[in-house]
């Protein structure tokens, strides 16, 4: 077991760094215990950091793990985690596509692993750049999955995960996604918070005794893992992860506020956040660095007279039913925007075949524009979403959809060559 | 039998129940877990297509058998001597391999003189 760190203390500085570095610095703020790494752009420098902290002594409880793949990161990191420990991990695109095995175990093993995912296009055609399809994989897999918009929010939501996970009325694993290259490897100020405000905000590291529910323990032996037959109570484990879902909503609204409590930054409800929504017409959800983006979107449009409003998701996983529901009755007209795919779904966006699935049976008559943007890092500037919220007001004065909308759903921004 | 909470398979060996019990999904522990108990699964004998049958004469008791079974059903009796559970014997033959003496013979369950 690692000794607990004691004697290593960091004052609330604001520091100047890309959001792998936040990533690094959140999980140091932890004081996770074991870090397993396997290095994949654009989440390298995530791991890279982190091994400096190691070496540096700065993380004197942390062991630091090497390992030869993906698929290893994770199997190492369930291992850690059944022994007790606060972990911490990070990948991206194909390497999480090759960890995606251990991914389900982890959740089915209800262990309150915390990962980053610097998110990147599937290939192929081979892609490196912001695409969140790699962590939308993950949908079905009993992790909670949520969104970074900011370099700041990075950092915060990563401790707020830890807080999040590890309540023993959920111990499930979670992702933290942002996109690769537009905030993991830009630079922007964040908050590092004061060490002793940290280990006051997040439950204490796990003492020997480990988790309550999961243990290495010679004296106390348990077999986990464990095959269930058919007549077994296989579905009914599923359905307490499915359940636990549900209950995580909650927490994850009481872990934000508790938060902003703490440190004065809010994330809206926790689940998601709305901007100009009190009076919108018109108003679009977006997620990830987009979402912060599209703010500034709102208020150009604003200023031209126009009643806009955009709402930012922060979690697909629990996926918010209730709040998506209410911000849907706000507004006439509400677009969707995907920078993802769900291939074959039945908008093609993940998100935006969510929200419609939502809706159905709530009695909202909300107009639902689906939108697939910016795959692969295709840039999405001001100008675009200034423009995709000009076809909302469109849609809401004509009642007629976009002529250029395929099979439903509108793939802005596709290429033209003259 | 007890129904017990999931919380007491923290407690320490001799503390916790043999058995837990459960009726509905909300009793259940967040993972399946079993506690050491013999046969947890059943009679797990009824697998083996393979018997381990012991010749005595050769047998010098050394105890790698015992040692390597893994699901320990190998038993050493009263007189020193290794005797094999065949309730539970799976009939992996790990012990016939690893016999120094090969005084283990597995023998086809259709073929073993029961007489």
């Known amino acids: 077991m690692v000794e607990a760190q004691e004697d290593f203390t960091q004052e609330r500085e604001i520091k100047i760094i890309k959001g792998n ?34 070496d540096n002594g700065e993380m004197p409880g942390t062991q630091y793990i090497k390992v030869e793949s993906e698929h290893s990161v994770m199997a190492s990191i369930i291992g850690a985690s059944t022994a ?33 995912i610097a998110s990147r296009g599937p290939a192929p055609p081979w892609n490196i750049w ?59 100020p964040v908050t590092i918070e004061d060490q002793d405000e940290v280990d006051d905000f997040l439950p204490p590291l796990p003492d020997e005794r480990g988790w309550p529910h999961i243990f290495l323990d010679p004296e106390r032996p348990m077999m986990h893992g464990n095959l269930i037959m058919p007549s077994g109570f296989y579905n009914e484990f599923r359905l307490k992860i499915h359940y636990t879902h549900t209950l995580a909503k909650q927490k994850i609204k009481d872990a934000s506020a508790e938060f902003e409590k703490k440190f004065g930054r809010s994330y809206g409800n ?61 507004v006439k007209v509400l677009g969707v925007a995907d920078r993802a795919t769900a291939f074959g779904s039945p908008t093609g966006g993940p998100v935006s075949s ?44 004509t009642g007629v959809f976009p002529k250029d909308m395929i099979e439903g759903t509108l793939w802005d921004g596709l290429l033209e060559v003259e | 039998m007890n129904k017990v909470k999931w919380k007491n398979i923290c407690e320490a060996k001799d503390k916790r129940p043999e058995v837990q019990e459960y009726k509905n999904w909300k009793e259940l522990p967040p993972i399946p877990i079993s506690l050491p108990i013999k046969g947890s699964i059943g009679t797990t004998g009824d697998w083996r297509t393979f018997k381990p049958i012991v010749d005595r004469e050769i047998c010098t008791k050394c105890g790698i058998c015992w040692m390597y079974c893994p699901e320990g059903t190998i038993i050493r009796n009263d007189k020193g001597e290794f005797e094999v559970d065949y309730i539970y014997c799976k009939g992996c033959g790990i012990c016939a391999k690893e016999c120094p003496t090969k005084c283990i013979e597995m023998v086809r369950e259709s073929e073993v003189n029961y007489g």
């Open chain 1, 21 to 54: 570095v936040a990533a690094a610095y959140a999980a140091k703020s932890a004081r996770v215990q074991v870090i397993s790494a396997y290095p994949i752009t654009p989440q390298t420098t995530v791991v890279e950091k982190l091994s400096e902290f190691a």
């Open chain 1, 84 to 116: 007790g420990t606060r972990t911490f991990t990070a990948t991206s695109g194909q390497g999480l596509f090759y960890m995606y095995e251990m991914v389900h175990w982890a959740a089915g093993a209800r262990l309150p692993i915390v990962t980053t």
């Open chain 1, 130 to 188: 912001a695409d969140f399809t790699d962590v939308i994989s993950c949908r079905d897999t009993g992790w909670m999955i949520s969104f970074a918009s900011s370099h700041q929010e990075i950092y915060d939501d990563i401790l707020m995960s830890y807080k999040i996970c590890e309540d023993h009325e959920i111990l499930l694993p979670k992702f933290v996604a942002y996109g690769g290259f537009t905030l993991s490897h830009t630079s922007k």
């Open chain 1, 270 to 330: 926790g689940l998601i956040e709305e901007y100009e929504m009190k009076d919108a017409q018109v108003a679009i959800l977006n997620y990830g660095e987009l979402a912060m983006q599209m703010e500034d979107a709102v208020d150009d449009l604003r200023n031209e007279g126009y009643k806009v409003g955009c709402v930012k998701l922060r979690y697909f996983r629990p996926f918010p039913v209730e709040d998506i529901i209410q911000i849907a009755k706000k």
């Open chain 1, 354 to 397: 969510e929200v419609k699935a939502a809706l159905y049976g709530s009695g909202v008559t909300t107009k639902i524009l689906p939108i697939v943007m910016g795959l692969g890092g295709r840039e999405v500037g001001l100008e675009q979403q200034k423009n995709q919220l000009k076809i909302l007001i469109q849609l809401n004065e």
